[in-house]
């Protein structure tokens, strides 16, 4: 049998970009753009309320082209029309990864299991925004008739990281004043510090797992119950109190959930593409149904775009494509998220999340060894801070890194100038990355300044920026629902092109499990000093050692 990734990077189309990439070695981004006038407006593209400019990247006309390319040579289109149209992508667990459907108006005739998924997906809206206007008119209050005031949600990964991004990015459309909190570590004071934080007759808590077997989950969840009945709550109030998300009814029954508190997710939404469906609970019980729906119209429209668009002009597609050439054809080894907006600050986690997650894999669908790396590091953080933290690398350090600028035009909150002057800082650090700084003008700028002839020659190198770094800048009018959820969907269709690239099952996480087993293995031995450790390795024995001596002392 040929092997698909040594057939991949033999292509005519692969070759064509190794081609090309001798070819620009030696031309820097602000050569490219001294030579070519219409560069800015050539590569911007928008769609679904975003717009790219994507004119900071180290390509011609001639890599766009080849990029598209490659992706038609990977049968792009057809992977996308199998995506949306409900196949088995994830074809190590044999199911469809249908995200579009829970943003989907509907109908739109996808079944699984000769369900309509749609149908479903419609029907578990209305009994969420049955749930919302109760909560949030005051019709349904806490077991002493006060008003709820607090949602804990309680979930880890794919059912943690998307709701409390969305609910820190939906800040300015709360109702009532709801407040939302987040655990998901099994570290105690996760849940400790939240828990000092609300009260039992007036917090609504949500146990959000797909599997409902999660270790973090159901124990930060049976902490939570124990914490409400030692507050006074009864088990009548349990009932009233604590709701659940699984596509596990069976076990959220038997944790004590019941059966009309229980949301479900199917096992066609990967968790970390979940944040459309219920696991969306904590953000709609706080900024109410309809900014939930707001944001799902957003998503649709960037699935739409992804589905219509032509490749050269589709937001996913293009971004995806210059990831794959500088991860595959420049070596690059991370690609930065560098939000310029307070309310997107945990985008960089969801997507390291979202990205890695999927395509953080080493075989083929086929199961054979990939020739060439597969998914990037992905990091970032918000900025102006970042300028004042790790940017100092990018600008100076010895490594190639793309990143993903993304600002909305306009504020929520116009306080003085500061938005225009985030804006300055945004364009400012996008152009230093790009431009750099020569000898030359490092030389020029400390004779400027008055420095000795002596000076010049000692510090100039130490001013010098290589610039070259390429980027993406991404912007939306204002962030609203719909564009947040735009921005979500563009960056899980990235995801997904750069798998159908790479040739990966981007909807499985098997890597995730061996940590769990391993785990189950140590926990009674840390326990239980006369567990036997059978198997172990030194080190793992010497540590777990030290953790008992402390229970010793
Ligand atoms: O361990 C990884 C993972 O399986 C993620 O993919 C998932 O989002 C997370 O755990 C939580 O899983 P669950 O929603 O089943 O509790």
């Known amino acids: 049998m040929p092997d698909p990734a040594t057939e991949l990077t033999s292509s005519a189309e692969w070759q064509a970009l190794e081609a090309q990439r001798q070819a620009l070695d030696a031309i820097p981004l602000?050569?490219?753009?001294a030579d070519d006038p219409g560069r800015a407006r050539r590569y911007f593209i928008e769609?679904?309320?975003l717009a790219l400019d994507f004119s900071k990247n180290r390509i011609t006309?001639?890599?766009l082209q080849a990029l598209v390319a490659l992706a038609q040579r990977c049968n792009l289109g057809d992977h996308r029309a199998a995506l949306l149209r409900g196949d088995p992508v994830n074809v190590t667990e044999n199911r469809p990864a249908l995200h579009t459907a829970l943003r989907h108006p509907g109908p739109d005739g996808i079944t699984v299991d000769g369900v309509d998924v749609v149908a479903e997906v419609q029907a578990t809206l209305g009994r969420m925004e049955e749930l919302v206007a109760q909560v949030l008119s005051q019709a349904r209050?806490?077991?002493t008739g006060q008003t709820i005031t607090d949602v804990v949600s309680i979930g880890i990964g794919g059912s943690y990281l998307g709701p409390r991004l969305v609910s820190e990015a939906l800040q300015p459309y709360v109702q009532n004043g709801m407040r939302c909190h987040f655990v998901a570590n099994i570290d105690g004071t996760d849940i400790s510090e939240v828990l000092r934080q609300v009260r039992p007759e007036t917090t609504l808590f949500l146990i959000q797992s797909k599997s409902f077997r999660t270790q973090e989950t159901l124990k930060n969840g049976e902490v939570a119950r124990q914490w409400f009945l030692d507050q006074g709550g009864t088990e009548t109030a349990v009932g009233q109190h604590f709701l659940a998300v699984t596509a596990n009814g069976p076990a959220a029954e038997a944790f004590g959930i019941q059966p009309d508190n229980i949301f479900p997710m199917w096992d066609w939404v990967g968790g970390r593409y979940s944040l459309w469906s219920a696991i969306g609970l904590p953000v709609a019980l706080t900024v109410g149904m309809a900014n939930f729906r707001r944001l799902l119209a957003g998503a649709h429209a960037m699935d739409q775009h992804f589905q219509d668009a032509p490749l050269a002009q589709n937001l996913p597609v293009v971004m995806a494509l210059l990831g794959v050439w500088y991860n595959n054809f420049w070596q690059a080894d991370t690609h930065a998220i560098l939000p310029y907006d307070h309310y997107l600050r945990s985008l960089p986690e969801h997507l390291q999340q979202l990205d890695m997650e999927s395509n953080g894999k080493g075989v083929t669908t086929l199961g054979?060894?990939?020739?060439y790396d597969s998914g990037p590091v992905i990091w970032g953080g918000v900025g102006s801070n970042g300028q004042h933290a790790f940017h100092q690398l990018i600008h100076q350090?010895?490594?190639?890194?793309?990143a993903d600028f993304i600002i909305p035009l306009e504020s929520h909150n116009p306080v003085a100038s500061h938005h225009a002057d985030l804006f300055a800082n945004c364009l400012s650090q996008s152009r230093a990355m790009m431009t750099g700084k020569t000898l030359d003008e490092a030389r020029a700028e400390l004779v400027a300044d008055g420095y000795s002839a002596d000076e010049v020659e000692r510090l100039a190198p130490h001013k010098v920026i290589p610039g070259n770094q390429p980027s993406n800048t991404l912007m939306m009018d204002k962030l609203t629902p719909e564009t947040l959820g735009a921005?979500?969907?563009?960056?899980?269709h990235r995801t997904f092109v750069q798998g159908v690239i790479w040739q990966v099952d981007s909807f499985d996480q098997w890597g995730v499990e061996l940590g769990k087993q391993l785990g189950q293995e140590i926990l009674p031995r840390l326990l239980d000093d006369t567990a036997p450790g059978a198997g172990s390795d030194s080190s793992t024995d010497h540590l777990i050692d030290?953790?008992?001596s402390v229970r010793r002392r």
């Open 61 to 63: 006309d001639d890599t």
């Open 397 to 402: 350090g010895t490594r190639l890194i793309p």
């Open 47 to 49: 769609g679904a309320g």
């Open 141 to 143: 209050t806490g077991f």
């Open 487 to 492: 921005l979500i969907a563009l960056y899980e």
């Open 368 to 371: 054979t060894a990939l020739g």
């Open 546 to 548: 030290r953790f008992r």
């Open 30 to 33: 602000r050569q490219l753009f």
